[in-house]
């Protein structure tokens, strides 16, 4: 039983830091207002570039050109969004469509149709003395991502709910015209957490292709952005509930794999397209029923207009 | 500049603005002779949109005409539907992200009642399309419903509903309950094949792909706009769509306007499922493969929404995208034609900085053409 047990939360640790990093970087631009539809395109420029950088440099320093590629594209959400004031599901949209066509273009014109060539994953860390405690031991043997997802929700979450700039932050979501008449720049504002954004998507992209795998293949990350808004609508908007919402169905899905190779009986019973429909079916009754208490920013996807009252 | 010109021109430009970048694009991909290939690359795919001109005029046989544009006016058909399902929505104001899923609900329901009913012909189409329609319509329904009676955002509800119908569809009921089982008892991928009864019948014969399918998708666009245009009902929704406030002091009953809009951009999505499945694919295939629902949003904002803009965008991305499978003789991957779509559509959302840019272009002709009348006053005053 506990040996179950660890095998499960080990696979939860593995495949979870990928939705926990797009989870946020959701949240943060969500809640400063600025829509995050694009999230998914933003992981998967981030997995493209951080596997294809990881070919000629050290694969940690693949990964931040990963997170640099999500923060481009997240940067073109920006300038249309806030410079323009574009239409914010439109443009994330637009983006998801354009990373979607282009990483297959650029894949298929360099590679072929079988992904990257295989890269150096990231290296995991182990504790030998940790490893022979039953079931903490799973938190042993993974690499460097998995411990930023356990610590950046606590310090995403200290941030928007303890700092001056959280605050800030939050109120340029609900109520952009007061943050402006304390003389503070709700642009500025929105374009630090939109690319704050970028970034962490492009993180949870170029984890995929370094850590859950070793190269972009070419249906990455097949969804996994969608998810991750999932998962931000389930955690009310917030990094530690985004965490939760993210760890939940991550470890829904361990569980599903372990079923589905341990008890295939089970899974004639409860259908795998059914457990795999719930975290999307829990997120809507999690809407239905969450009645009076909306946790949904005011000003979400509503461009910011000085002269507008 | 007439306001008519002054609503299309930016989605104009911003089409002719991707195709310049996604040739730049192939040309700098290349290590030699980039340009040269870029132009065969965009000929080909003009040619496997349009028909190939050159090869008929030196005499090969007609089909290398027909084939072609049948594709293309297939794959219009498709983005027709599922763009007027996204418009009919934006007209009442909300955003249907979710034509897929309802595309998929379609597409399952007129595989369903054109495997498993047994109808005479002239029953049994009307009846996979009643079905087909009937299913988006529900799907499309739940997020309506969602909307109007708990308030959800219907971009967030409509997109978890997508997933919900992949899931479901994909991964259960295609490769379990309903799967199909051939002749001789092995099984196949996908859906039992559909009776030969609901097949759209094709309108060439063997010459090419093009179906009812085709007729249908025009009908549609020109009845949604004769709704929206020249109707009561379609007048009050547009009014709900610029500002349900308003529309609300006006008396227009603006939970059901925005209600049958989403009931019916849903049964368009269906339309274009079913039009898949009993036009070219005659079974549920084992996945949908292309997301033609998200297509739709690309076509209705490059189509500004107008029942017959996304007509015509529809009609050129429907003969870019036939092309693009020919223009894997030059090594460019088959979906080339949609990262030109995608990237239309990020221009068109950038539509304020086109109309600056061309405000700012045209002051300067108001200028030269405005002095003289007042200059000629100046003595006068």
Known sequence: MLEIIHRLLFATLDAAPALVFAALGAVLSERAGVVAVGVEGMMRVGAFCAAVAALVMPTPLAVGVGMLAGATLAAVHGYLCIRWRSDQVVSGIALNLVALAGGTFLLETHFGPNGTPPIQQLAPWNWPELASVPVLGALSGHAAPTYLALLLPLLLQGMLTRTPLGLRLRAVGDKPHAVATLGLSVPALRWGAVLGGGLLAGLGGAVLSTTVLDRFEQHTPAGLGFMALAAMVFGRWTPLGAFFAAAFFAFGNALRIGLASSAPGLLDVVPQGVLLALPYLLTLLVLTFQGQRNSTPASLGVPYEQESR | ?381
């Open chain 2, 1 to 381: 500049m007439g306001e008519r010109t002054r609503q299309a021109l930016p989605s104009v430009l911003s089409v002719l603005l991707s195709l310049v970048v996604c040739w730049q694009l192939i040309a700098l991909t290349r290590d030699t002779d980039g340009t040269a290939v870029a132009t065969a690359a965009y000929l080909e795919m003009l040619w496997g949109g349009i028909g190939d001109w050159p090869r008929f005029i030196e005499g090969a046989a007609v089909t290398v005409l027909t084939r072609p544009l049948g594709e293309a006016a297939m794959k219009a058909a498709l983005l027709t539907l599922t763009g007027l399902s996204v418009a009919v929505a934006f007209k009442v104001g909300l955003f249907n992200i979710g034509a897929q899923g309802q595309m998929l609900l379609g597409a399952l329901a007129a595989a369903v009642v054109g495997a498993h009913v047994t109808l005479p012909g002239v029953l049994h189409i009307p009846a996979a399309l009643l079905g087909a329609a009937v299913a988006g319509a529900a799907w499309a329904g739940i997020a309506g419903a969602l909307k109007l009676y708990r308030g959800v955002h219907e971009v967030i509800s409509t997109i978890m509903l997508n997933w919900v119908a992949v899931r479901l569809v994909d991964n259960w009921l295609v490769v379990g309950p309903l799967r199909g089982v051939a002749e001789a008892g092995a099984s196949i991928s996908g859906t039992a094949e559909i009776h030969p009864t609901s097949q759209l019948p094709r309108l060439l014969g063997d010459s090419s792909r093009l179906n009812l399918g085709f007729i249908l998708a025009v009908v549609a666009a020109v009845t949604v706009w004769a709704w929206l245009a020249r109707t009561r009902s379609g007048f009050e929704t547009r009014a709900v769509g610029l500002g349900d406030e308003a529309a609300r002091a006006a008396g227009i009953p603006v939970a059901r306007r925005a209600g049958f809009a989403m009931a019916l951009a849903g049964a368009l999505a269906g339309l274009a499922g079913a039009v898949l499945v009993l036009g070219t694919e005659g079974r549920y295939p084992g996945t949908l493969g292309a997301p033609y629902g998200f297509d739709g949003i690309a076509i209705a904002l490059i189509g500004n929404n107008h029942p017959l803009g996304v007509g015509a965008a529809a009609l050129f991305f429907g003969v870019l995208r036939a092309g693009g499978t020919r223009m894997q003789l030059l090594d460019v991957h088959k979906s080339f034609p949609e990262l030109i779509q995608g990237l239309a559509l990020l221009f068109v959302a950038g539509r304020l900085i086109w109309l600056a840019a061309l405000r700012r272009r045209s002051t300067p002709t108001v200028a030269t053409a405005a002095p003289p009348a007042p200059a000629a006053q100046v003595p006068h005053a």
